[in-house]
Each structure stands twice: as C-alpha cells, then as structure tokens.
C-alpha cells in the first residue's frame, strides 16, 4: 500500500508561482518503481492531466497548456514529487492531485494521461488563482 501527501496548495494571483509537493510512504516502500502524476479538477469538471513522469525520470509528459510553464520532478531518495507551476491562470484553479503507478504498459501507452493507469492517489491539496 502507498499512501500519497500533497502539499504546497494556497491562493495566488494571475501570473504567480506555486510549488506542490507530494510526498509518498508506504511498507516496503520504493519510490523508484513507481510513475507518477498530477491530476487538477476543478469545480464541477472531471479530474483532468497536468503532468507525468515514467519511473525511471527520464520521461515526462504534459499537458499542452502548461508545456513550458510547469515542471515536475521527483527525488526518489526523498520519496518526494514536485510540480513547480509558473505564471499560473485562474483557470488553473481546482483541486491537485499527485498519483502512482506501478509500471505498466498501459502508462507507457498513454503516457500516464489516463486516471485509471493510476493504482494509488493523494487527497489533494486546493489552488486558487485570482484574476
């Protein structure tokens, strides 16, 4: 079992930078086996992708709206995940969640966009962005 921890959410203004941090923990722990991901939803919409890396940090995948604006990375002796989010848009508000998953070729397939290629999820943490 694997449980995840976000942290990092609060309110900010168009054009401001937050940092999330997810930190994971579980019995017989590797971090390193694990793809991650962070999903957003907000009011009233689906849980949607933002970002993915695969386990071994050499890939990452984006959305389009965020390409160049957002970075995730992971520090796997830590068993932490980041997502540094940079001019950020009132749009962008809603509920962040960081995820994992075990590899797989369904995550490699669709390179970690789906929800369901994600076996474990955080409780998320809220970002409000103001206009």
């Known amino acids: 079992q694997v449980q995840l921890v976000e942290s990092g959410g609060g309110l900010a203004q168009a054009g401001d930078s937050l940092r999330l941090s997810c930190a994971a923990s579980g019995r017989t722990f590797s971090f390193g086996r694990y793809a991650v991901g962070w999903f957003r939803q907000a009011p009233g919409a689906e849980r949607e992708f933002v970002a993915a890396m695969d386990w071994t940090g050499d890939n990452t995948f984006y959305q389009d709206s965020v390409k160049g604006r957002f970075a995730l990375s992971r520090d796997n002796a830590k068993n932490m995940l980041y997502l540094e989010m940079n001019s950020l848009k009132p749009e962008e508000t809603g509920i962040y969640y960081c995820?994992?998953?075990?590899?797989?070729?369904?995550?490699?397939?669709?390179?970690?966009?789906?929800?369901?290629?994600?076996?474990?999820w955080g409780q998320g943490t809220q970002v409000t962005v103001s206009s």
């Open positions: 995820a994992a998953a075990l590899k797989s070729m369904n995550w490699y397939r669709n390179q970690g966009r789906r929800r369901n290629d994600y076996e474990y």
